[in-house]
């Protein structure tokens, strides 16, 4: 499957913004669980949130928890991260992923077996 993230970009502290991550190609896009994750300079790629096959169970960081919320709609083959109340400290390149075993979501990068490029989300202070 290909991932292809988009709806980075700069906004100011306490804005929101829409990721949309969109799948093409590989098995039917319920099958996936997926995941956001994201990569501050310098720092380490990171969980964000995930959501299982279904839409029906999400996890999220704790830094993103109450501000971020993963959806997704199947029947366009598209997993959404929307980000309000946005952070300097959320400021990363943000990656969407999806995990062959699609029953729940999961936390662990190891996991994911497909990837999106990334997309830049900049928060001004």
């Known amino acids: 499957v290909q991932l292809q993230a988009s709806g980075g970009g700069l906004v100011q502290a306490g804005g929101s913004l829409r990721l949309s991550c969109a799948a093409s190609?590989?098995?039917?896009?319920?099958?996936?669980?997926m995941g956001w994750f994201r990569q501050a300079p310098g720092k380490e790629r990171v969980f964000v949130a995930s959501?299982?096959?279904?839409?029906?169970?999400?996890d999220y960081a704790d830094s993103v928890k109450g501000r971020f919320t993963i959806s997704r709609d199947n029947a366009k083959n598209t997993v959404y991260l929307q980000m309000n109340t946005l952070k300097p400290e959320d400021t990363a390149v943000y990656y969407c992923?999806?995990?062959?075993?699609?029953?729940?979501?999961?936390?662990?990068?190891?996991?994911?077996?497909?990837w999106g490029q990334g997309t830049l989300v900049t928060v001004s202070s």
């Open positions: 992923a999806a995990d062959d075993y699609g029953v729940a979501p999961t936390r662990l990068l190891i996991d994911y077996d497909h």
């Open positions: 190609g590989g098995r039917t896009f319920s099958s996936y669980a």
């Open positions: 959501i299982d096959w279904s839409g029906v169970s999400s």
